[in-house]
């Protein structure tokens, strides 16, 4: 049995414009690093938080939380210690809270010799997204632990279907540093929506999900509109709409806010236009004032990966 694991968690982009709180991807070059040993004494203690200032005490801390949700259901007399090195700033919308959970509840498994399936394991992670947000959401973990695209067809019964990733299919994401907490983005949102929004909501759904299927970069394109969170999240993030235009115009095939904002992210075909897509991303910030910082990355179809094992 081994007793020690380095593994990269990725960040996540959740909702992608029209699949609020069902759908995500997981990204390639963006992520932290997270190192869990084996340890006698029973329980989760959190040793270190490298790069962000972040509780702890395991009952405060989101990998704490779901890592403590796995161990409910074992019967274990050793416990585990989590070192994390934090790359992905909390608030930034790329998961920065579901990084932390899926990382501690995949590592752990992962010592457990693989004693939970990567659904389990999402239900354990997704008690970290609720000390975070108020809500048990799973967009940002399901990508995380299963990698590529998913969908969460269904929360209860948890039901989650891996999508796959057009090869050439390419992330943009910049992050205007505000800080925009996930508890107030969804506090904005309207409880009800019309059917005439609710029809154009689903049938971009059907229509992304199709274009991931069939290579259709146009129609995966076409697909990236929310008429749910979008219109009235933008409001909290300057320049929105500047950005979403002008990555349009350098041709991004479309463009949204990334889980609960404020970064936005635009998805490319090709590394080309990903680049053209983040100068013309950078510029709006530029001269709005505002610092960012961006990334472009594939997307991750094999979400966590082991950096070391022993
Ligand atoms: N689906 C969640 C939301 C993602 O939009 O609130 C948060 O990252």
């Known amino acids: 049995m081994n007793t020690e ?17 069902v759908l995500g991807f997981a990204l390639d070059t963006v992520g932290d690093e997270m190192m869990i040993r084996k340890v006698s004494q029973k329980g989760i203690k959190i040793t270190k938080i490298i790069g962000q200032d972040l509780p702890l005490e395991t009952h405060k801390n989101v ?51 693989g004693r939970f399936n990567t659904t389990e394991l999402v239900q354990f992670a997704m008690e970290g997204e609720k000390l975070a947000s108020g809500v048990a959401h799973a967009d940002n973990v399901a990508p995380a632990l299963f990698g590529g695209f998913t969908l969460i067809r269904s929360y209860n019964p948890l039901d989650i279907i891996k999508i796959p990733t057009p090869n050439e299919l390419m992330a943009t994401i910049i992050h205007p540093q ?37 290579n259709n970069y146009n129609l995966i394109g076409r ?35 990334s889980g609960s904002g404020p970064s936005i992210f635009a998805l490319s075909k090709g590394e080309k236009t990903a680049l053209k ?17 961006i990334h472009i990355s594939k997307v991750n179809k094999q979400g966590i990966k082991i950096l070391d094992i022993k």
């Open 5 to 21: 694991i380095k593994i990269f968690v990725p960040a996540t982009v959740a909702n992608v414009s029209c699949g609020f709180d």
């Open 63 to 113: 990998a704490g939380v779901a890592a403590l949700a796995l161990l409910a259901k074992t019967d274990t007399n050793f416990g585990f210690e989590i070192e994390i090195i934090k790359n992905i700033k909390p608030g930034s919308g790329i998961g920065s809270s579901a990084a932390s959970s899926a990382g501690a509840v995949w590592g752990i498994n992962k010592l457990l010799e």
């Open 178 to 214: 505000i800080e925009i907490k996930t508890a107030d983005a969804r506090k904005l949102l309207k409880e009800n929506i019309s059917l005439k929004e609710a029809t154009k909501q689903w049938a971009n759904v059907g229509g992304l999900i199709s274009g991931l299927y069939s």
């Open 223 to 257: 697909s990236l509109q929310d008429y749910v969170a979008e219109p009235v999240r933008s409001t909290l993030i300057p320049g929105f709409n500047d950005v979403k235009k002008t990555c349009i115009d350098a041709g991004a095939l479309g463009c949204g806010i």
């Open 277 to 293: 897509v983040a100068e013309a991303m950078k510029a709006v910030y530029d001269k709005i004032g505002i610092e960012y910082d």
